[in-house]
Antibody, heavy 122, light 108 residues
């Protein structure tokens, strides 16, 4: 079965960097687009970024563009999120999600990990 | 920026039908999706492509679409359906993904 396990969260000071990882198993990782989605404490879901199955394209929410970088290593079945210049507004649970691949040019979140908490605080 | 609008809360008694709407201009051209999130858990997709139900999702969950609005219907609501529900779609380019603000379903 599909398994997505995030790691790398923790407490970080404003302005610093953090890298999240998502280990994937139970499916052919190299054939699926992957997403990061976050949820601030007590708030709703916010899409963060997507990377295509082969890493050839990445798209970002305006709130993280220029600060966050999504990447993947298909040889290791692992997704990454490099987060720079962090602010308190980035405090959230970060989920990785496997694209649903339900239709051409249509993205969705078919499977989710359990999330990793990032707290930005001095 | 593109937005999807959901009611903050919906309340129903067990056995009744719950309907949660989601409105946004791009829904006229783009598919809508629905996710259920229970406290402390990751979201789960319950409806995709406006009306389709993933395997393992109970038949009481259904979706519909009309113009710029998609609707999640839960027939014969059960206590276990109490959760937050989020709609999702993309902007007209299909590139940027957007969630609605979420609807808290309370089973009275």
């Amino acid at each position: 079965q599909v398994q997505l396990v995030e790691s790398g969260g923790g407490v970080v000071q404003p302005g610093r960097s953090l890298r999240l990882s998502c280990a994937a198993s139970g499916f052919t990782f190299s054939t699926y687009g992957m997403h990061w989605v976050r949820q601030a404490p007590g708030k709703g879901l916010e899409w963060v970024a997507i990377i295509w199955f082969d890493g050839s394209n990445q798209y970002y929410a305006d709130s993280v563009k220029g600060r966050f970088t999504i990447s993947r290593d298909n040889s290791k079945n692992t997704l990454y999120l490099q987060m720079n210049s962090l602010t308190a507004d980035d405090t959230a649970v970060y989920y990785c999600a496997k694209d649903g691949k339900v239709a051409p040019e249509t993205y969705s979140f078919g499977n989710w990990g359990q999330g990793t908490l990032v707290t930005v605080s001095s | 920026s593109y937005e999807l609008t959901q009611p903050p809360s919906v309340s129903v008694s067990p056995g009744q039908t719950a309907r949660i709407t989601c409105s946004g201009d791009a829904l006229a051209k783009k598919y809508g999706f629905w996710y259920q999130q229970k406290p402390g858990q990751a979201p789960v997709m319950v409806i995709f492509k406006d009306t389709e139900r993933p395997s393992g999702i109970p038949e009481r969950f259904s979706g519909s679409s009309s113009g710029t609005t998609v609707t999640l219907t839960i027939s014969g609501v059960q206590a276990e359906d109490e959760a937050d529900y989020y709609c999702h779609s993309s902007d007209n380019s299909g590139t940027y993904q957007v969630f609605g603000g979420g609807t808290k379903l309370t089973v009275l």
